[in-house]
Antibody, heavy 116, light 107 residues
């Protein structure tokens, strides 16, 4: 079955850019949407955005000004960049596949802490 | 922005039925789904498109969506069902939104 794995720095300084990559294995990226979701410690889930395999994107209105999601189908990867981070961006970041308006496969999550 | 409201917690005795509600404006038209999240684990999709079960999800999980409320029902609740449950919907403006989550305790 499809597997997703997040990777990237676990510590980011305030005002800098958070960068994460999700590697998709055991499946093609074609014809699916690929999403990022985050969860602050002890809190609920927050949807960040998605990218379609064609490259079109859609972002949460609350994060839209700071988020970019990109795709590299040759590597079976998609990536998240979040600029100008603050402590409020400290969270467990998940990548997931979107299908039929639901996230059916999730990665294990990557913890990112924003601190100087 | 679009919001989904869930009760913070519910409790149930083993073998009994528990229902979790998720309320949102015109939710009936917004493709609701439900996730189960156990401590230290990633969320697992248990219901999509209001009432469909993914492969491998036990039949005791059922979903419905009427008017402005989506409902997840767990029948014959087992200890392994103790978890946080999140509803999620798609809205044309906000795109995807999660509810605040409901902690299910099996007493």
């Amino acid at each position: 079955q499809v597997q997703l794995q997040e990777s990237g720095p676990g510590l980011v300084k305030p005002s800098e850019t958070l960068s994460l990559t999700c590697t998709v294995s055991n499946g093609s990226m074609s014809s699916y949407y690929w999403a990022w979701i985050r969860q602050p410690p002890g809190k609920g889930l927050e949807w960040i955005g998605y990218i379609y395999y064609s490259g079109s994107t859609n972002y949460s209105p609350s994060l839209k000004s700071r988020v970019t999601i990109s795709l590299d189908t040759s590597k079976n990867q998609f990536s998240l960049k979040l600029t100008s981070v603050t402590a409020a961006d400290t969270a467990l970041y998940y990548c997931a596949r979107l299908r039929a308006f639901a996230h059916d496969y999730w990665g294990q999550g990557a913890m990112v802490t924003v601190s100087s | 922005s679009y919001e989904l409201t869930q009760p913070p917690s519910v409790s149930v005795s083993p073998g009994q039925t528990v229902t979790i509600t998720c309320s949102g404006d015109a939710l009936r038209r917004k493709y609701s789904c439900w996730y189960q999240q156990k401590p230290g684990q990633s969320p697992v999709l248990v219901i999509y498109q209001d009432s469909k079960r993914p492969s491998g999800i036990p039949e005791r999980f059922t979903g419905s969506n009427s008017g402005s409320t989506a409902t997840l029902t767990i029948s014959g609740t087992q200890a392994v069902d103790e978890a946080d449950y999140y509803c999620q919907a798609w809205d044309s403006n906000t795109v995807y939104v999660f509810g605040s989550g409901t902690k299910v305790t099996v007493l």
